[in-house]
């Protein structure tokens, strides 16, 4: 999609047209203190099916002074067979290059994940993206909270060829709220742990990290209970019906443009 416009001077009309991805991005601070319906929705009513053992249901994020949470728990219904349901955040806008950051504390739960991430896929396209599957995240396994785990998918619909790496942490991330980062640029990806570099990914032609040529992205995050058939990843899910779990969110920033800084 191009944008186009017409600018008169003297008389003279010249037409300049813009790709989208030259118009800067608005810089967003939200404390998630409530629900900001401008810039977030809840996923609500259904499932993703495998490897997900749980449904969306809007119920299932809340905010309160503290920020948001977002609680796992019980919840059979008759219109499923999932009988445990969680919360997912979805921005409505698209975004590119920049850097993204929130605090949290996640679950410390085998089985369930906590995460932070930007995506895009066949059903989640702007009008302007390729419809292809690209991701970057940042995840807590929750069979150990004292390891995060960023990834990334470029153009790939199969999930073929994710980039996991485990980042060894020197606290609990369950215990307490730090930042997470994420610096999105055309040439790196890197993620931040409290102002600080632990990881970078630089774009390569052998191996392309996501392009806003390609793609912008939604920013998400969302806590899910894993099938038994992924156990060896993060653990196996109890199905516990007494299961109420929470992962705690606070302070989500958006600062684009590649120059920008999460550093302290």
Same mark, same amino acid.
């Given at each position: ?14 037409? *300049? ?43 299932? *994020? ?13 919840? $059979? ?20 290059? /920049? ?11 085998? /089985? ?9 896929? $066949? ?14 995240? =940042? ?10 785990? =960023? ?27 730090? !930042? ?20 970078? =990914? ?16 939604? *920013?998400?995050?969302? =806590? ?28 989500? !920033?958006?600062? $684009? ?8």
């Amino acid at each position: 999609m191009l944008l186009r416009s017409l600018n008169k001077t003297a008389g003279i009309i010249t037409m *300049i047209t813009l790709s989208p991805f030259a118009l800067a991005s608005s810089p967003i601070e939200d404390p998630l203190t409530e629900l900001n319906t401008s810039i977030w929705w809840k996923s609500d009513g259904w499932s993703n099916g495998f490897p997900f053992y749980n449904r969306w249901e809007g119920e299932a *994020i809340s905010h309160s002074s503290d920020g948001m949470a977002i609680t796992l728990s019980h919840a $059979p219904n008759d219109s499923d067979d999932f009988e445990f349901q969680s919360g997912e955040l979805r921005s409505h806008d698209y975004y590119g290059y /920049g850097c993204y950051e929130v605090e949290m504390k996640p679950i410390a739960a085998p /089985g369930v994940i906590s995460s932070f991430f930007l995506f895009a896929g $066949p059903y989640d396209k702007p009008e302007d993206g390729n419809g292809m599957h690209n991701e970057i995240d =940042v995840e807590f396994l929750g069979n150990n909270t004292n390891v995060m785990q =960023v990834n990334f998918w470029t153009n790939d619909d199969r999930y073929a060829r994710s980039h996991e790496q485990l980042i060894y942490l020197d606290f609990d991330a369950s215990q307490d709220f730090h !930042r997470y980062g994420i610096k999105w640029t055309k040439g790196a990806i890197k993620w931040y742990i409290d102002g600080k570099l632990v990881y970078k =990914v630089k774009n390569s032609s052998d191996d392309p990290i996501p392009s806003v040529n390609d793609s912008r992205l939604r *920013i998400m995050a969302n =806590v899910w209970a894993t099938d038994d058939r992924i156990s060896n990843w993060a653990g196996e899910f109890s199905k516990d019906p007494a299961t109420s779990i929470t992962a705690e969110y606070r302070n989500f !920033r958006f600062i $684009p443009d590649r120059t920008c800084s999460l550093r302290n």
